[in-house]
């Protein structure tokens, strides 16, 4: 009998903003949760519906995570818009002034996890 494969989320690390960004699209609520376990040994304490954003301090560092339940492109790109201003108010770019920082930061999230990458 062959063993279940580990899912393993798509990582991304964004040299301009210098953020990193761990990405469970289409993933269950339970592997997302499993995963987190394993990987921090403590649990998510979040009910998780359709999509879900947030950004933590890890090894001084300050890590986003996107997951989605369902490979569904627009709850994608919302959740990426959350990353999206994380980022943004983190290196303190965040302004209504200047929009274009926010759309090309959203454009590149979008297209890097929407390539056709296997997960």
Not at 15 to 37: I, L, R, S
Not at 63 to 85: Q, Y
Request: charged share 35%.
């Amino acid at each position: 009998m062959k063993k279940a494969k580990k899912k393993i989320p798509k990582h991304i690390y964004d040299e301009v903003y210098m953020t990193n960004y761990y990405v469970f699209y289409g993933w269950k609520a339970k592997d997302f949760k499993d995963w987190y376990k394993r990987k921090y040994n403590e649990d998510l304490e979040y009910e998780l519906l359709s999509g879900f954003c947030r950004v933590e301090p890890r090894n001084n560092c300050r890590i986003i995570f996107i997951w989605t339940n369902k490979k569904d492109i627009s709850t994608l790109v919302h959740e990426c818009l959350h990353a999206t201003f994380f980022t943004l108010e983190n290196r303190f770019v965040l302004s209504y002034e200047n929009d274009e920082a926010y759309c090309y930061l959203l454009e590149s999230l979008v297209r890097r996890i929407s390539k056709g990458d296997k997960y």
